[in-house]
């Protein structure tokens, strides 16, 4: 167990809807990355966040956003879901200094249908 | 030139043989990498990290790194079925200040009882 905890386990949503994921750090973790990991594939990195605010961003188009908030939780949200969306999406916590160890959580599975 | 890549497998191997799992990763002034195990249908859990030149011994698991090769690999000696699974290697560039982790597609490995 990582002390990362993810919410829903699944998901599905229909191609034009709006969906929100959660996570909850690690106690003491100020930063979570997000990544979404298709079908075979490694998991790519979407953003992260540092103290609430955004610390980079991979290459994912602005209909993913998120927020961190001062309790270790944060979310993701997708707008105008695609089919190509369906994946298996991962919240990653650490302390924050470049190059630290990430503990995963378990995951969100969302098909988009 | 991917930036972390990985030969994709499957890699099968006897019980209580050694695995040798390579990736290679193309900014040359990455700082930290970092060995994963996927099982199916499952979030990527920490295995090893490594930051500096040479091996990294932990149980049955050695990481090597050489970073004049831009070359990491993960050894598993004695492997056992419940090894069967795929490793991801990841690795944090410089060029994007540390913060950001680019993985590998990931090795599938088998293990024959």
């Known amino acids: 167990e990582t002390g990362v905890t993810q919410s829903p386990t699944h998901l599905i949503k229909t191609r034009g809807q709006q969906v929100t994921l959660r996570c909850s750090s690690q106690s003491g973790h100020n930063t979570v990355s997000w990544y979404q990991q298709a079908l075979g594939q490694g998991p790519q990195f979407i953003f992260q966040y540092y103290r609430e605010e955004e610390n980079g961003r991979g290459n994912f188009p602005p209909r993913f956003s998120g927020l961190q908030f001062p309790n270790y939780s944060s979310e993701l949200n997708v707008n105008a879901l695609e089919l190509d969306d369906s994946a298996l999406y991962l919240c990653a916590s650490s302390l924050g200094l470049p190059g630290d160890t990430q503990y995963f959580g378990p995951g969100t599975r969302l098909t988009v249908l | ?113």
């Open chain 2, 1 to 113: 030139q991917k930036e972390v890549e990985q030969n994709s497998g499957p890699l099968s191997v006897p019980e209580g043989a050694i695995a040798s799992l390579n990736c290679t990763y193309s900014d040359r002034g990455s700082q930290s990498f970092f060995w994963y195990r996927q099982y199916s249908g499952k979030s990527p859990e920490l295995i090893m990290f490594i930051y500096s030149n040479g091996d990294k011994e932990d149980g049955r698991f050695t990481a090597q790194l050489n970073k004049a090769s831009q070359y990491v690999s993960l050894l598993i000696r004695d492997s056992q079925p419940s090894d069967s699974a795929t490793y991801l290697c990841a690795v944090n560039p410089r060029n994007t200040g540390g913060f950001k982790t680019i993985f590998g597609a990931g090795t599938r490995l088998f293990v024959k009882a």
